[in-house]
């Protein structure tokens, strides 16, 4: 089209075949211009004034583009679809005027039935390729599906088979190194924390059984006597009811304990505050001083710069009492000195008796639950062998530690590390 407009302009003085005398409209619908300027894809018609056409490129036969509607000297150009015999076209209208009057109209016109082929074509492609992307996107979500969740099949069979009774097994997925292993590896860490669990609860019902028993067997032997000869000998019912006394005294005496070790090791349920560890010492060394005057032991608090924690005070004062008790317990003369003191971060209770100490090998065990020195394990010597396992429960209760080392002098010096409070407490 821009071709013919610029033949079409008389002021372009184009060569064209016939004379220049002839109407512009004529020239261009020459036949051999028309043949020049059309191909298989491109036709071409020149209508004139009155839309009558005055020329066709032969390739159009006797098919006709329909006249062009809407056109004027403002708007001389549309485009337009158009469905004649031969099929569907997409035709250019071009009008040109001369002297404000309409002189002839070009039509140039292109079929539509490749292009619509063409888009048929695409989109049976795209279709085609839609409904292949679904179908590998369906395959590869079940096989990442199935590899994703088989594992999980695996681990979910394997912890069916741990039972209470097998907590020693472990699933050894170590080798991964996905999710799915460090699931593992966190399973096998806490069937391990279970099993030691599990293990000292055994060991507890154990040693406590075995302690209940004994002044369980006391006391029912002395009511056994009692009745067959309690009304009839004096002394037989004295005797009995002092025995039945003392291990009564003793059994709830190791009920106690129990239930303050219950409360040390239950973390969570401890409620806490700035707690001054000085003045609890003090408290604890006036409960103790009566017990340590009867077996004429020195008592002495040193203390330096009243550190203060994060914890309970009866729990504080319950830890150090009971590390006085043990040291008043095996200390047959001499002193005991409780040392409060900082050390960097960490207050530092120390309690040393000049007592006969333990032997390096029974060291690892003193906290131990019901645990006793050899030379300890008479009745003579009260207790109930929880003293020491619940210091070292109030000790982790409150973010500490507890340790026990001989002095070179003779005797033991048991000494807890808790956490220092930044902030002032109360004094």
């Not at 009745?379 to 982790?396: D, K």
Request: hydrophobic share 40%; aromatic share 6%.
């Amino acid at each position: 089209m821009q071709d013919i407009s610029r033949i079409a302009n008389p002021s372009s003085n184009p060569f064209l075949n016939i004379g220049e005398s002839a109407p512009i409209e004529q020239t261009l619908a020459n036949s051999d211009n028309l043949e020049r300027w059309s191909s298989p894809t491109t036709f071409l018609q020149i209508d004139n004034a009155q839309n009558y056409p005055i020329g066709k490129s032969s390739n159009m036969g006797s098919m006709s583009f329909p006249a062009a509607t809407g056109l004027d000297p403002k708007r001389d150009t549309g485009y337009r679809t158009v469905r004649v015999a031969r099929g569907e076209f997409l035709v250019e209208d071009r009008l040109f005027v001369e002297g404000g009057r309409q002189k002839f109209v070009i039509h140039v016109g292109e079929p539509l039935d490749q292009l619509n082929e063409t888009f048929a074509r695409t989109r049976e492609t795209i279709a085609i390729i839609i409904a292949l992307a679904v179908i590998a996107v369906i395959f590869l979500s079940i096989v990442l599906a199935g590899r994703a969740t088989r594992p999980l099949g695996e681990l979910a069979g394997a912890m069916r088979e741990i039972g209470s009774d097998r907590l020693n097994q472990r699933l050894k997925w170590k080798g991964r190194d996905d999710e799915i292993g460090k699931l593992a590896e966190t399973f096998d860490e806490m069937l391990a924390r279970l099993e030691e669990a599990f293990a000292r609860e055994r060991q507890f019902i154990s040693d406590a059984s075995h302690e209940l028993k004994t002044p369980l067997t006391s006391i029912n032997a002395n009511a056994q006597m009692l009745r067959r000869w309690g009304s009839t000998d004096e002394r037989v019912r004295r005797e009995g009811l002092e025995m039945i006394a003392h291990e009564t005294a003793a059994l709830a005496n190791l009920v106690n304990g129990m239930l303050m070790l219950a409360k040390a090791e239950s973390e969570d349920n401890v409620p806490k505050e700035p707690v001054a560890v000085q003045p609890a010492a003090q408290e604890a060394i006036a409960s103790a001083r009566a017990r340590a005057l009867e077996k004429g032991l020195a008592l002495e608090l040193h203390g330096d710069g009243n550190p203060v924690v994060l914890g309970d005070p009866n729990l504080l004062r319950q830890m150090v009492g009971n590390l006085i008790d043990n040291a008043i317990k095996f200390t047959d003369q001499g002193r005991i000195d409780i040392y409060v003191r900082r050390d960097a971060a960490q207050c530092l209770i120390e309690v040393c008796d000049t007592g006969a100490g333990i032997a390096p090998h029974e060291l690892p065990f003193i906290f131990d639950r019901f645990y006793r020195a050899d030379k300890s394990r008479n009745r003579s010597v009260p207790g109930t062998g929880l003293g020491l396992a619940i210091v070292r429960s109030i000790a982790r209760a409150h973010g500490g530690t507890v340790s026990a080392e001989p002095k070179p002098s003779g005797g033991m010096c048991l000494c807890v590390r808790l956490p220092l409070l930044e902030r002032p407490g109360p004094k």
